[in-house]
């Protein structure tokens, strides 16, 4: 699934930030960019959910 996919990407820039103690300009584009589509994500799987009245 696509947030498989983000959690697989975020682990491995984690990985290399702990590994080198470096913080990369790309890195950081690349982890908005995937929190990005983790909005995208769930806000498309709350429209999918049927309305809860209270």
Do not use: C, F, H
Not at 18 to 38: F, H, I, P, R
Request: charged share 25%.
């Amino acid at each position: 699934t696509i947030l498989s996919r983000i959690g697989n990407n975020l682990n491995q820039i984690a990985k290399r930030m702990n590994a080198t103690g470096n913080v990369y300009e790309a890195d950081v584009k690349e982890v908005k960019e995937l929190m990005k589509q983790v909005w995208q994500s769930q806000k498309s799987m709350l429209s999918k959910q049927p309305s809860i009245k209270q």
